[in-house]
């Protein structure tokens, strides 16, 4: 008798420590899944956002194709293409390079991390911008940028001849956000083509895409807008000295060993020289 209460009390001493080591065990879990938050998704997405603009400054100012091109040659720590908190790939979408001076959505997490829902009164998203800035967006908000996006995708294959006209069509829309106006004009400057010259003739007057518009003659190798380019390599915005500089490299000889990453106060006397040489240029 003895023998079997002894038993039943090991047995019952055993179930309860097995509930301990149970609950401990969850608690430990569960406190690992609550230390993850959305500063976890911003950091790995930081991470893939430095890559990509370490990848673009390599490659001419492209940003690869996939996430999956990217390697350890562009980042200290390891990359991850999914969302560390919901397991969430995330998704990608490179339309534009480092070149553009407008911000279009380029990565973004399509988890739904719920810290930040109640703010928005409903689901948001964390995006990288095409300045590789990183925001929390509404979903409604991303959910037009990416129908918006859409439509210009479609747009791009669309026929060689067919594709100028539409682009044209949509920088001319004023029913579309800015952002995608400029997006339209910067691919036909991308285009490359003389024959885009005319189409993008018309936004050199225009108060909101006048200098977008000075960027892409240049890039087809027109001569109009100059001026309004070296207005740009004067500005206190490094990234619009840096586009200014890539345009008229596209028409001109010779830089005068002008550098944007130098303030434009010191390089005045290089800035006029080279001013005087493409008037004569194009005289």
Not at 18 to 43: P, R
Not at 150 to 177: C, F, G, I, T, W
Not at 228 to 252: C, H, P, Q, T
Request: proline content about 4%; charged content about 25%; hydrophobic content about 40%.
């Amino acid at each position: 008798m003895k023998r079997r209460e002894k038993t039943v009390l090991i047995i019952i001493a055993g179930f309860f420590g097995l509930v301990v080591i149970v609950n401990v065990g969850f608690g430990l879990f569960a406190s690992k899944k609550q230390e993850l938050n959305d500063v976890d998704c911003i950091v790995a997405l930081r991470r893939l956002s430095t890559a990509l603009a370490a990848y673009a400054l390599k490659h001419n100012g492209e940003y690869p194709k996939k996430l999956s091109e990217l390697n350890t040659e562009f980042a200290c720590e390891p990359l991850l293409s999914r969302c560390p908190i919901t397991d969430t790939a995330y998704q990608y979408l490179p339309l534009v390079n480092l070149g553009v001076l407008f911000d279009i959505p380029l990565l973004w997490c399509d988890g739904e991390h719920g810290s930040e829902r109640t703010k928005y009164n409903g689901r948001s998203y964390l995006v990288v911008y095409s300045d590789l800035s990183i925001a929390r967006v509404p979903a409604v908000n991303l959910s037009f940028e990416r129908k918006w996006l859409q439509d210009y995708q479609a747009v791009l294959e669309s026929s060689s001849n067919e594709r100028l006209v539409k682009l044209r069509d949509m920088a001319q829309n004023s029913s579309h956000p800015l952002w995608l106006r400029k997006l339209a004009l910067w691919r036909l400057g991308e285009e490359q083509r003389s024959d885009s010259v005319a189409l993008i003739e018309p936004f050199f007057d225009s108060n909101d895409l006048a200098f977008e518009a000075a960027v892409a003659l240049a890039k087809c190798g027109s001569p109009l807008g100059v001026l309004k380019l070296f207005e740009g390599l004067k500005s206190d915005d490094y990234d619009v000295r840096r586009v200014a500089y890539s345009a008229l490299k596209n028409i001109s000889k010779e830089d005068f060993n002008y550098y944007p990453e130098i303030s434009p106060s010191i390089q005045e006397e290089v800035i006029r020289k080279w001013e005087e040489s493409l008037k004569k240029e194009f005289k």
